[in-house]
């Protein structure tokens, strides 16, 4: 069997992105993925937080606004996509919102990335993030999960049109890292 990075060479693949809902494991699969490959992890909140210079997403949307947010989504998104094959989680408006879709749409119209829907259910969400709320500014005002689910069923439709491919992400992370590698494998 030819090992993943090989066959990120052979189709000149420059990335895995996953998209999803606020909750559905981008981060901690990611990791989990890029650990498996053998290649690096970018975490896009982390790297547009740098960008912003605030200590937290919170901060930014309160000291700078959302749209400056999302600018710093899309440099930096651009500015991974760059680099040497990578794992990038995105953060759950990536691939929803201007300008950072902007950004990923070109990447995905050269055929050189694969962004992976992480599906996840609701009820699947709430649980998670009630475990651990994280540093998620509200969109809304409303209670802050139940903003999410809402949020997560409003962006379905988007996720789906802009992946490539769609992982059900409700078990382990380990069971969802290996079905991607499958799909990356194919
Ligand atoms: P995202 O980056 O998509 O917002 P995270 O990876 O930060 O999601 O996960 C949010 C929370 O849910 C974290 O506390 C994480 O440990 C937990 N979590 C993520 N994936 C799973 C999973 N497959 N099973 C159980 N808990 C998970
Ligand atoms: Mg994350």
């Known amino acids: ?3 993943p990075l090989a066959i990120f060479d052979d189709r000149n693949l420059a990335a895995v992105v996953l998209i999803g809902a606020r909750g559905s494991g981008k981060t901690t699969v990611g990791r989990v993925l890029a650990d ?12 547009a937080l740098a960008l912003r210079g605030e200590a937290s997403v919170c901060d930014v949307f309160e000291h ?6 999302r600018q710093a ?6 500015a991974a996509l760059d680099e040497p094959p990578s794992v990038i989680a995105t953060g759950g408006g990536v691939a929803c919102i201007d300008p950072p879709r902007a ?14 829907w992480l599906r996840c ?6 649980s998670r993030l009630e475990t651990d709320p994280g540093d998620r500014p509200s969109l809304t005002g409303q209670d802050p999960i139940e903003e999410a689910i809402e949020v997560a069923a409003s962006r379905a439709q988007a996720y789906e049109s802009v992946a490539t491919h769609i992982i059900d992400a409700t078990g382990p992370p380990t069971a969802t890292a290996t079905a991607i590698m499958e799909w990356i494998r194919r």
């Open 121 to 126: 259910d609701g009820q699947t969400l709430k």
């Open 73 to 78: 989504e899309a440099a930096a998104l651009a």
């Open 103 to 116: 950004v990923l749409r070109a990447a995905a119209a050269k055929g050189t990335i694969e962004i992976i």
């Open 1 to 3: 069997m030819q090992t």
């Open 64 to 69: 700078q606004g959302e749209y400056a947010w």
């Open 36 to 47: 498996e490959i053998g290649i690096g992890f970018i975490d896009l909140d982390e790297r």
